[in-house]
């Protein structure tokens, strides 16, 4: 049973219920929660004067905007704890209550609650928008961890351009740069997104135009067959600014996913290379049979024979003699790549080279 003494009248704020109405509408953020985040400050306060105990509670009369504390006290024969407690007595002659055990809510309203519950409210208020707009923007970006995202450059500083994603700025650092790029300010460029943090400041987004996914992304955005899952890319190697190779795999035999990625005349993968600033792109089937897979890795250059050993992740491969710098590469370049994209160790030989062992 519980048992209320007449409320004490405080200062209306209908202000204030219009205002939350106003934000629930604008920003999308739910006046119930506006209200009880209102009314946890207001208790947390209330608290430091009637003790911390779980039987103040604060209401919010949604006409009047008027706030109103109450303390429930438990009706008892002799009362231990004064605020948790009411004699029989007592709680008989005030509230009309005459039964031990019974639960007595009595109004403690202060008297300048008006005031304080204005500036609380206003307070948790700000403090609520800004923490709802910090969760949509949050999960706005963290849907793009792992995919591309268009950003304008804004400026260079440092060795670090600072790029517009939309509603917040992000700066693509230089350990996330190709080297071989510049961009000019407003420029606009597509980055990939390695990870999106919460902050108290804001969503954190860290991006990058060096990872082999984003080679990947710009694929998929351009070639409508790896869109529909038609044509899969297995895997990507890369040398941010020199060459990637791609293996792409098609679950149709009648469609080719090398010439698919290519398109007519080259189109498709020009946009890509064009997007990452001229590098070369070499685009292989892969195959479930690593000594094809690897013969197709090695691309452009010819391959006589490959040799795997599964378990040690190694092959030999013997090459012509005249295709052993091609196969090689510049520096040990596509021989790297072509490891990086099988897993496995690769050895070269010119046929020369392996009639000699």
């Known amino acids: 049973m519980k048992a209320k003494n007449n409320k004490t009248t405080t200062n209306g ?24 985040a209102i009314q946890n400050s207001l208790l947390a306060a209330c608290k430091d004067q009637f003790g911390k105990s779980d039987n103040v509670r604060v209401t919010l009369d949604e006409v009047t905007g008027e706030f109103h ?15 948790l407690q009411i004699s029989l007595v007592e709680a008989e002659t005030k509230y009309d209550v005459a039964e031990i055990g019974a639960i007595v809510s009595i109004e403690v309203t202060p008297k300048n609650f008006g005031r304080i519950s204005a500036q609380k409210a206003k307070q948790v208020v700000v403090q609520k928008i800004r923490e709802e707009e910090r969760k949509v923007l949050f999960d706005q970006y963290y849907m793009k961890e792992r995919d591309i995202i268009t950003g304008t450059v804004q400026r260079y500083n440092g060795g670090n351009y600072t790029i517009n994603i939309g509603k917040i700025d992000t700066v693509l650092t230089e350990a996330e740069q ?5 961009f000019r300010s407003h420029e606009k460029i597509k980055l990939y997104v390695t990870e999106v943090r919460d902050t108290t400041r804001g969503p954190r987004i860290t991006v990058s135009r060096t990872h082999p996914e984003l080679v990947k992304r710009l694929f998929e955005a351009e070639v409508a067959e790896v869109q529909s899952g038609v044509v899969e890319i297995k895997n990507v190697s890369r ?8 293996a792409v795999f098609s679950n149709n035999p ?14 498709r993968v020009n946009v890509v290379v064009d997007e990452l600033r001229g590098e070369k792109i070499d685009i292989v089937e892969w195959n ?45 370049q596509n021989a790297r790549l072509a490891a990086r994209l099988t897993g496995y160790k690769i050895d070269i030989k010119s046929e020369t080279q392996n009639l000699e062992i």
Do not use: M, W
């Open 288 to 332: 479930e049979n690593p000594a094809i897979f690897i013969e197709h890795a090695l691309s452009p250059s010819r391959v006589l024979s490959v040799t795997v050993d599964p378990e040690e992740k190694t092959a030999v491969v013997i090459v012509p003699d005249y295709q052993l710098s091609l196969a090689i590469g510049k520096e040990g």
């Open 178 to 182: 190709v080297k071989s790029e510049r």
């Open 13 to 36: 704020n209908p202000e204030l219920i219009e205002a939350l109405k106003a934000i629930e509408k604008e920003k999308d953020i739910s006046k119930d929660i506006l209200i009880e």
């Open 254 to 267: 009648d469609v080719d996913p090398v010439g698919a990625c290519v398109g007519v005349n080259g189109a």
């Open 69 to 83: 504390v109450y303390q429930d006290k438990e009706v008892v024969e002799e009362v231990e704890d004064e605020t």
């Open 239 to 246: 040398e941010a600014g020199s060459r990637s190779k791609i």
